[in-house]
């Protein structure tokens, strides 16, 4: 499956304040996933999570917020 992305000059938290939050969730430090995308996750017990978007390969986060 290709693995889609855009790549920004500008920092994350920057295009975070610019998107709404309604239909897009920060994941890690590197991923901004837009909510209609995300098809599932798979919590662990430690915190992390297995996030699956659709179009993308699988992307293991660290407690996803």
């Known amino acids: 499956m290709?693995?889609?992305g855009i790549?920004?000059?500008?920092?994350?938290r920057g295009i975070?304040?610019?998107?709404?939050?309604?239909r897009f969730v920060r994941m890690q430090r590197s991923y901004?996933?837009?909510?209609c995308c995300?098809?599932?996750?798979?919590?662990?017990?430690n915190g992390d999570a297995r996030v699956l978007i659709r179009g993308c390969i699988k992307h293991?986060?660290?407690?996803?917020?």
């Open 16 to 22: 975070e304040k610019e998107l709404d939050p309604a």
């Open 38 to 45: 995300i098809v599932q996750i798979e919590p662990s017990n």
């Open 2 to 4: 290709d693995r889609r």
């Open 32 to 35: 901004i996933a837009n909510l």
């Open 60 to 65: 293991e986060t660290r407690h996803c917020t």
């Open 7 to 12: 790549e920004a000059l500008e920092p994350l």
